[in-house]
């Protein structure tokens, strides 16, 4: 503080104050090209005049005779005259989206039939299934971040999605802003060499290719490539701006497929949460995650049964057993 002090009373004369200071700190994939800093408020007085004891506003200093310029900082131990870093827009909690309030009883009840529907396994090597659009590709840059900058293990990502134009591009920069192996895998034996030359990895994400899941075609071959990579868990990534005779299709289509839960995407932009209840008693899969943005890696929720039943219940809506 004491260089800090120094450098605004070089910039705004010998009468300056520090009036406050704020901190920032790059969190998840921004901490790969942004660096802590500090932001300092600063003022100085009018001739005759008495420091004011307001708080200053967040963007420079209120009451008073003092003037306000602003001194920000890219570092702790440096002051750079006249600039203002853009601090990342503070993300809210997920569960926080729905207003209102709601019983205890209703939460509890919601709490109870929530609880054997939520699945907290981490598998170490997971694939990502679902119809096009969902959000695959970003939900496992998600995933990818969580393990990989949150946690510190070594992640390979494994994409499938050879028909989407640009969608193995999309991978490719997740992966290399995270410096994360990555392989591309377009028929049974390609994955299995894929899937051995990440062996190494503490997790195998794996996303696949969004298709017509009515033709038969394209249920042989995806079955094809989850046999070829043996994941410990198959995630169904679906919207849930999906509408219910959707599910109920999708539902008959993977009734003896491979799926091991649903990881439910969208959420944003759903009309209501209880599409969130309407997929979970169609598919009869646990919960996973749920995504509520396009934010990588911050918009993907992993809710305790207690914080979805109080999100649902402010809906007010019925969940037969």
């Given amino acids: 503080m004491t260089t800090a002090l120094l450098q605004v009373r070089q910039a705004l004369g010998p009468d300056a104050l520090i009036i406050g200071t704020r901190s920032y700190q790059p969190t998840g994939i921004r901490r790969l090209w942004e660096r802590p800093y500090v ?23 209120g009451g008073g005779s003092l003037s306000t310029p602003t001194v920000s900082t890219a570092e702790a131990t ?13 993300q809210p ?16 009840e919601f709490e109870q039939w929530l609880q054997p ?14 119809p096009t659009g969902g959000g695959k590709t970003t939900t496992l840059a998600k995933l990818a971040a969580r393990y990989a900058l949150d946690r510190g293990e070594r992640v390979g990502l494994v994409t499938t999605d050879t028909y989407r134009i640009g969608a193995v591009h999309h991978l490719q920069t997740y992966a290399e802003i995270m410096g994360l192996p990555w392989k591309v895998a377009q028929d049974p034996p390609a994955m299995r060499e894929a899937v051995a030359a990440l062996a190494y990895c503490d997790r195998i994400l794996i996303d696949t290719s ?58 944003d932009e759903a009309s209501s949460i209880q599409k969130l209840v309407t997929a979970l008693k169609v598919f009869e899969l646990p919960l996973f995650a749920v995504t509520n943005g396009q934010m990588v890696p911050d ?9 979805l039943a109080q999100a649902i219940a402010r809906e007010a809506v019925t969940v037969d057993a």
């Avoid at 868990?233 to 999906?242: D, H, K, N, P, Y």
């Fill in 299 to 307: 918009d993907i929720w992993f809710p305790g049964a207690r914080q």
């Fill in 39 to 61: 932001e300092v408020f600063a003022g100085r007085t009018a001739p005759g005049a008495q420091p004011p004891a307001a708080a200053p506003t967040p963007y420079g200093v």
């Fill in 117 to 130: 529907r939520l699945s907290r396994f981490e598998p170490r090597s997971l694939a990502l299934v679902g």
């Fill in 93 to 108: 909690a997920q569960h926080e989206a729905f207003p209102g309030t709601s019983s205890d009883a209703a939460v509890d």
């Fill in 210 to 267: 969004g298709r017509n899941f009515r033709r038969e075609e394209a249920r042989r071959e995806l079955l094809a490539l989850l046999a070829a990579a043996n994941p410990e868990s198959v995630e169904l990534v679906l919207s849930l701006t999906t509408g219910h005779e959707e599910m109920e299709e999708l539902a008959q289509y993977f009734k003896d497929g491979p799926l091991t839960r649903v990881l439910l995407t969208k959420l």
């Fill in 78 to 90: 440096g002051l750079v005259p006249g600039t203002r870093p853009t601090a990342a827009p503070a």
